[in-house]
């Protein structure tokens, strides 16, 4: 019988997912911290409706997150790019 894998949780003190990506809807460019983050890299408004579609929608998983935050950054940083729209 093959089991699925438990949910992943975010690492503590990582943030990548706040930092790596552009969030537009809060002007926010890739590459800067949200302004939403606390000294310990939680996101001030999570589970609030204020949140954006996309933080909320945004689930860990090993893929993304991998083993490191360091891993996290580069890949989200990855993605940025390849998503970016070409103008």
Known sequence: M???PLPLSCRPGC????IAPSISSLSKPAG???HH???ELRCRIFGR?????CCS???PSFEMCGDS???ALRWLQALEV???PQG
């Open 49 to 53: 409706p204020e949140r954006p579609a």
């Open 37 to 39: 983050l606390d000294g």
């Open 2 to 4: 093959h089991e699925s």
């Open 32 to 34: 800067t911290p949200c």
């Open 57 to 59: 929608g945004l689930q």
């Open 69 to 71: 935050r360091e891993h």
């Open 82 to 84: 390849m998503t970016c």
């Open 15 to 18: 943030g990548a997912c706040c």
